[in-house]
């Protein structure tokens, strides 16, 4: 067990009779509750990057330099707007690319976690 100081929060000994930080008496200090440092669990931390934000340079690239060809949409797991968007690119002659770099570059304008929950999690098929 250790004592948290009721003054600055510091961490004592169960026996210490003084803060060791702020020299305040621990008389009245509480042993049990009372945890004012407590902060957020690292591993708490959710990991964008494993939950696809590592595509968003990818498909974001992909998009601006062949993105008629709906490479960035099959990379984002997006079957039917890839296909839908090689065929309008081919009947086009690659017109609609212009469309894509607009999309690349919202890809690679968002946050990490923007994109993941854009994207990866509310499966936004479309810009
Ligand atoms: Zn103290």
Redesign the pocket.
Known sequence: MSRY??????I?DDTAQY??????S?ANSVSTGYQPMQSVNPGAVTDWKAMGADKKITAGICAILVGWLGVHKFILGYTTEGVIQLVLGILTCGLTNILSIVEGVIYLTKSDEEFVRTYIQNKKGWF
Do not use: I
Request: overall charge positive.
């Open positions: 100081c009721t003054k600055c929060g510091a004592n803060c060791t930080n702020c020299q305040a621990l």
